[in-house]
T-cell receptor, first 113, second 109 residues
């Protein structure tokens, strides 16, 4: 069964460093998303990506964040100058159509120390 | 007003019981609706889509009421393995999935 894969599963980084979280969406999917979930809190939308550009982003997704689809298969989230409050689980998701269900990767647990 | 609101629970029920809970959404133009299940520290996984006519999948029944802008999930004959957080997810007219905060269900032996 096709699945969304994310790497790494866990990343520990020092405050102020840059991290890149990687995702391989399901191959025929067209819509890609990043969500985050701070421990014990709800899943929060960060950004959606369609047709090689950002289609929507949340207030959380400020200049510290960027996304890329560098090679037609990978979908990355870059977080610059990480802060303690960036510690969270980051989920990548993909959808085949605009109104279909989303499939989530297993997440990357980011810990900023 | 939050985009998607859920009763947080927790619902603590014995095995075999029926448990039901609702979710309300604010965007009347929302197009599609889902229930996801999330186990502790795991990714959300699709439980079922919710259709206007209501739909059933085994012990799970989902209903959508567009007029009142709420969806519901009912779990019959609950099992220990049903213990999880259930996320109400709404796809608005902006094709962004909005999540409720989740309803925690604990099934006890």
């Amino acid at each position: 069964e096709p699945e969304v894969t994310q790497t790494p599963s866990h990343q520990v980084t020092q405050m102020g460093q840059e991290v890149i979280l990687r995702c391989v969406p399901i191959s025929n999917h067209l819509y890609f998303y990043w969500y985050r979930q701070i421990l014990g809190q709800k899943v929060e939308f960060l950004v959606s990506f369609y047709n090689n550009e950002i289609s929507e982003k949340s207030e959380i997704f400020d200049d510290q964040f960027s996304v890329e689809r560098p090679d037609g298969s990978n979908f990355t989230l870059k977080i610059r100058s990480t802060k303690l409050e960036d510690s969270a689980m980051y989920f990548c998701a993909s959808m085949s159509g605009a109104l279909t269900e989303a499939f989530f990767g297993q997440g990357t647990r980011l810990t900023v120390v | 007003r939050k985009e998607v609101e859920q009763d947080p629970g927790p619902f603590n029920v014995p095995e075999g019981a029926t448990v039901a809970f609702n979710c309300t959404y604010s965007n009347s133009a929302s197009q599609s609706f889902f229930w996801y299940r999330q186990d502790c520290r795991k990714e959300p996984k699709l439980l079922m889509s919710v259709y206007s006519s209501g739909n059933e999948d085994g012990r799970f029944t989902a209903q959508l009421n567009r007029a009142s802008q709420y969806i519901s999930l009912l779990i019959r004959d609950s099992k220990l393995s049903d213990s999880a957080t259930y996320l109400c997810v709404v796809n608005g007219d902006d094709y962004k999935l909005s999540f409720g905060a989740g309803t925690t269900v604990t099934v006890r032996a």
